[in-house]
């Protein structure tokens, strides 16, 4: 953790502009907000800095609305909540561009208080980098701060572009992703363990490929497990799978310094369906008319087995399609073992896996739950996010 911090700056009576990652679930048909967890993440930064005397402009994007105004995804039930969680009336400043001017707005603010941007993928620049939206933003604030880790690995303007033309520095949210997900990749806590689950090969193979140099065993489920099959020989059943897919199987399987568990037995169907009727079969043995859509009974006793023996725990990805009851137990058995592992160091990542996690009310057995899906992944694959890269350095 070489990036500043909050910790670092004085930030008394100064504006700070503060990227949050409020890009939350909200039901279509009645406004609500259903799960505002990434808004209560952000309350230790926002506690930190009213504490301080700072002047604090939240800012966040929400949904895809591609450049353009789209009223259901406005942040005015977003800006309600953050209101009751901060315990205070956040001010709407709207945008830079959205013929409003937010500097009205932030001007009046006095220390400890609250304005927060409109949407800003409303403005084409934001997903562009434009730097001159970038520095529009900039213009709002003193000191930028990056509490948003779920968009890290993403180049906007809000994300990185911001940071050319203010001190920018981490969050309290921000350091801890950093933190953990160091601690998960770089720590010689052992054995280790790295379960990943999900639809294809290609999806995971670099973080496959990363994992398996600082790990003891990668543990393989979801889609990708008829790629894997197929590298072994095995009939993978009715799966897609291409070439490519079964070569960087073949690879893993084959010259990995980690030990590969692979399934000894699957859940297959005859149809990809919800209510389609469930069949446990040996890897040896699956029909070719049906598809993998979950680990079986005697691997998930052996994968928890190997689960709950380890020291550190990396999990990122389903064992199956856990949306639908009849092919989850894979993705629940998993949980369960993550859970109970004792005195293991645990981090689990992606929004499926997250979510069965949440259902099982497992999260208070586990080290950390990250916040960002694909930030945490290309974290994992070893990649340097942008949105970190851009914060100054100690």
């Known amino acids: 953790m070489n990036k500043k911090t909050i910790r670092d700056i004085d930030v008394a009576g100064k504006t700070c502009l503060v990227r949050v990652d409020f890009n939350v679930p909200i039901d279509p048909n009645t406004g609500l907000i259903a799960d505002d967890s990434r808004i209560r993440a952000a309350l230790p930064t926002v506690h930190h800095l009213q504490s301080k005397g700072a002047r604090i402009v939240l800012c966040s994007h929400n949904g895809r609305p591609k450049g353009k105004v789209v009223e259901e995804l406005r942040m005015t039930a977003i800006r309600q909540r953050a209101s009751d969680w901060f315990n205070t009336d956040i001010l709407d400043a709207g945008l830079p561009g959205d013929n409003t001017d937010p500097a009205d707005v932030i001007a009046k603010l006095a220390p400890g208080e609250i304005a927060m941007l409109e949407n800003l993928r409303f403005n084409a620049g934001e997903e562009a980098n434009d730097p001159a939206f970038a520095k529009a933003l900039a213009s709002l604030a003193d000191i930028y701060v990056n509490d948003a880790f779920g968009a890290a690995h993403r180049a906007h303007a809000s994300t990185a572009g911001v940071a050319d033309y203010l001190p920018a520095v981490a969050g309290y949210l921000m350091e801890r992703e950093l933190r953990m997900l160091t601690r998960a990749l770089?720590?010689?806590?052992?054995?280790?363990?790295?379960?990943?689950?999900?639809?294809?090969?290609?999806?995971?193979?670099?973080?496959?490929?990363?994992?398996?140099?600082?790990?003891?065993?990668?543990?393989?489920?979801?889609?990708?497990?008829?790629?894997?099959?197929?590298?072994?020989?095995?009939?993978?059943?009715?799966?897609?799978?291409?070439?490519?897919?079964?070569?960087?199987?073949?690879?893993?399987?084959?010259?990995?310094?980690?030990?590969?568990?692979?399934?000894?037995?699957?859940?297959?169907?005859?149809?990809?369906?919800?209510?389609?009727?469930?069949?446990?079969?040996?890897?040896?043995?699956?029909?070719?008319?049906?598809?993998?859509?979950?680990?079986?009974?005697?691997?998930?006793?052996?994968?928890?087995?190997?689960?709950?023996?380890?020291?550190?725990?990396?999990?990122?990805?389903?064992?199956?399609?856990?949306?639908?009851?009849?092919?989850?137990?894979?993705?629940?058995?998993?949980?369960?073992?993550?859970?109970?592992?004792?005195?293991?160091?645990?981090?689990?990542?992606?929004?499926?896996?997250?979510?069965?996690?949440?259902?099982?009310?497992?999260?208070?057995?586990?080290?950390?739950v990250s916040t960002g899906g694909g930030a945490s992944l290309e974290f994992l694959e070893g990649k340097v996010l942008p949105g970190i890269a851009a914060l100054d350095d100690r």
């Open 186 to 368: 770089e720590s010689d806590e052992k054995p280790a363990v790295a379960i990943i689950g999900g639809a294809k090969v290609a999806d995971k193979i670099q973080v496959l490929a990363n994992l398996s140099k600082r790990v003891d065993t990668v543990i393989i489920g979801g889609g990708m497990v008829a790629a894997f099959l197929k590298a072994q020989g095995y009939e993978p059943g009715a799966a897609e799978i291409t070439d490519e897919e079964v070569h960087a199987a073949g690879q893993l399987l084959f010259s990995s310094p980690a030990k590969i568990m692979t399934p000894s037995d699957v859940v297959v169907a005859r149809e990809f369906a919800e209510d389609a009727t469930p069949y446990v079969v040996e890897v040896t043995d699956v029909p070719r008319d049906s598809l993998i859509l979950d680990i079986g009974p005697g691997t998930r006793v052996d994968y928890a087995d190997e689960i709950i023996e380890a020291k550190r725990i990396i999990w990122n990805g389903p064992m199956g399609v856990v949306e639908w009851e009849s092919f989850s137990e894979g993705t629940r058995a998993v949980a369960r073992a993550v859970a109970v592992a004792p005195d293991a160091f645990t981090l689990v990542g992606g929004g499926s896996t997250v979510a069965v996690i949440e259902k099982l009310n497992l999260r208070s057995e586990l080290t950390h």
